[in-house]
């Protein structure tokens, strides 16, 4: 009785002191850090309060189907999301995967989307706009990868996509602006297509799931991952160096921040970790550049998100003739993901000439800026690792999208909750996202990756 009497004194002592307004005078205790604390317990940590992370921590919410029920974490290395994989990216959305599991999220990314308020909806708050422009994605092949292009597209029919193949004649006619030349086949997204505000969607997921009682935003305390010793996979072991997680997603039942956080998160009481091996490494994201431009004669309003044979890829920014676009550096041309600095020759150097070959207009282009963000990359296959660890049974992961897992994020969350809340998938079965492809050395390929 005293115990529990003397629990529920603190407990009070706890309740007042934020009502003091700064603490003692201001004074704030030694090793105190600094912003709010995480609460003592949750039942769901999720480590990376990116889009993915937070559309988890609002499937958990909507999925459990009551409020005050699971106690649900969202932490955040980064709360001003100033180099967040989401807000930088460019933010589109297609259905033009290779994949079957890749293009079934996609669809229901789009539905969900498309539905938005529906699902993120908050009573007497204004109405989610996501400001979508469903102008497509335009894709085009060489003539040795027609012939791949044409099964993909195939397998994309099958599976309820609404896509055109064009020959070089009717891509003319249709967008008069491309040169053609080197141009074998082309597809084109006709449905659910094009791109989003990623900011929006990012705070939607978050408004709604606190609202749900889906858990706060906290700083993240640093901890520390495995040391990787072999690129796939790492043994299983302890100590190593200290990394970023960034957009690693992952919960621990059971966590606690009593005793004080050490620097490192346990998980079911054991603070080894497997390294995340499809990031390749610590640091693990490589990261990529995105560039604008002005060009006053370039492509109107039907201009898509085009990606080159060469790699490079644009889509219109507005509608006063104004770019976005970049193209993926090769593997000895990576920068140093410790330094998000933009390289500008990069642009003049590669991208622009490949723009302009492929647009004529855009031999005239002004550059106006550019950024850098991080690419969430799996080294591996290209493609997000989903699911719970082979060993440890508290732990799951949702990581490694590899450009796509802004537009899959809505069904990654879904699909994750399900596995937490149910035991298993019941709306996607993407049992061939886990993590037993990586162990047994069997890449599951996706062509579509820009």
Known sequence: ELGLGLGRLGQILKDQVPAWGGGWGG????????????????DVVVVGGGVVGWSVAYWLKALEGRRHGMRVLVVERD??????STVLSVGGIRQQFSLPENIRMSRFSASFLRDINEYLGVLNEPPVDIQFQPSGYL????????????????????????????SPTQLKAKFPWIDTE??????????????????????????????????????????FWVGVTSRYPPPLQSGGEQCEPLNAIFFGRGYTSQPPPPPHLGVGGQPELLSPIFFGGCPPHPYR???????????GFSCPLLIDTTGAYFRRDGIAGNYLGGMSPSEEEEPDPGDLSVDHDFFQ?????????????FASLRPRGAWAGYYDHNAFDR????GP????????????????GLQHAPAVGRAVAELVVKGRYESLDLGRLGWRRLVEGEPLEEDGVV
Do not use: I
């Open 182 to 223: 080197d141009v074998a086949m082309a597809s084109y997204g006709l449905e659910d297509e094009g791109w989003f505000d990623p900011w929006t969607l990012l705070n939607a997921f978050r408004r709604k799931a606190v609202s749900l009682g889906g858990g706060g935003l906290n700083p993240l305390v640093p901890f």
């Open 389 to 404: 660890h082979p060993k440890l049974e508290n732990l799951f992961l949702a990581a490694g999208f590899s450009g796509h």
């Open 139 to 166: 894709f085009l092949a060489p003539p040795q990868g027609a012939a791949r292009m044409e099964a993909t597209v195939r397998l994309q029919r099958e599976e309820g996509v609404q896509v055109a193949l064009l």
């Open 79 to 84: 709360p001003t999301y100033s180099q967040a």
């Open 349 to 361: 150097e590669r991208v622009w000439p490949r723009l302009a070959r492929r647009v004529p207009a």
């Open 383 to 386: 493609n997000g690792v989903l």
């Open 27 to 42: 004074w704030t205790p030694p090793g105190t850090p600094p912003g709010p604390r995480p609460p003592e317990e949750a």
């Open 289 to 299: 550049y995105v560039y604008s431009w002005h060009c006053p004669d370039g492509p």
